[in-house]
Structures are given as structure tokens and as C-alpha cells.
């Protein structure tokens, strides 16, 4: 360490990485744009956790949101990369967590 200071967010992405969370600046915009992105109703039911690598890890409180989130995934990818500047997210992985 140089003991120089560092901005907050590129020590947030370096910590982020270490754990495998990926970019601390991209989860937080996939965090903030997510409704934007899938729509209200897709929403209401699903949520980012975290990104693994190039995989963005999703929850869904019931079975069939998951098969639609699984279906609707490559344009919810197209959405997210067009939203988002240095997005390179390439998959989705969705879990089912009920609320």
C-alpha cells in the first residue's frame, strides 16, 4: 500500500473483486437501474445480488418468475449493457429465494 489516499469507489471495486462480487460501480448501477431495465412487474418479484465474474446473480421469490427470468435472460443482458457504460455482463444466473 502507498499509503496515498484513494478514491472510495476504486477502493469498493478492488474489495468487491477480491470476494467475487465483480465491479462495485456496476452492481450499483444494476442495483439502480433494475427496474428501468426488466419493468415494474419483473421487479416486484426479482432482484440483483451480486455479480459473479461476467454473471450477474438474480433472486426470484417464485418458480415461474425464475422461468420467465430465464427466458427473458439475453435481452435483460442486451438491456443491461446498453444501460449501463462498461457493462460486460454475459449471463444470468437466477436463484429462488420466497420473500
Same mark, same amino acid.
Do not use: N
Given at each position: 500500500?502507498?499509503?496515498?489516499p484513494?478514491?472510495?469507489?476504486?477502493?469498493?471495486?478492488?474489495?468487491?473483486?477480491?470476494?467475487? &462480487?465483480? *465491479?462495485?460501480?456496476?452492481?450499483?448501477?444494476?442495483?439502480?437501474?433494475?427496474p428501468?431495465? /426488466?419493468?415494474? !412487474? $419483473?421487479? %416486484?418479484?426479482?432482484?440483483?445480488?451480486?455479480?459473479?465474474?461476467?454473471?450477474?446473480?438474480? &433472486?426470484? *421469490?417464485?418458480?415461474?418468475?425464475a422461468?420467465?427470468?430465464?427466458?427473458?435472460?439475453?435481452? /435483460?443482458?442486451? !438491456? $443491461?449493457? %446498453?444501460?449501463?457504460?462498461?457493462?460486460?455482463?454475459?449471463?444470468?444466473?437466477?436463484?429462488?429465494?420466497?420473500?
Amino acid at each position: 500500500m502507498s499509503g496515498q489516499p484513494r478514491r472510495v469507489g476504486e477502493s469498493l471495486d478492488r474489495i468487491s473483486q477480491s470476494i467475487g &462480487a465483480g *465491479d462495485a460501480s456496476t452492481l450499483a448501477s444494476v442495483f439502480a437501474r433494475w427496474p428501468e431495465v /426488466v419493468g415494474a !412487474s $419483473l421487479a %416486484a418479484r426479482t432482484r440483483p445480488l451480486t455479480i459473479r465474474d461476467t454473471t450477474l446473480v438474480v &433472486a426470484v *421469490d417464485d418458480p415461474a418468475w425464475a422461468t420467465q427470468l430465464r427466458w427473458l435472460g439475453d435481452s /435483460v443482458l442486451v !438491456s $443491461l449493457r %446498453a444501460a449501463i457504460a462498461g457493462c460486460s455482463l454475459d449471463a444470468i444466473q437466477v436463484v429462488v429465494r420466497p420473500s
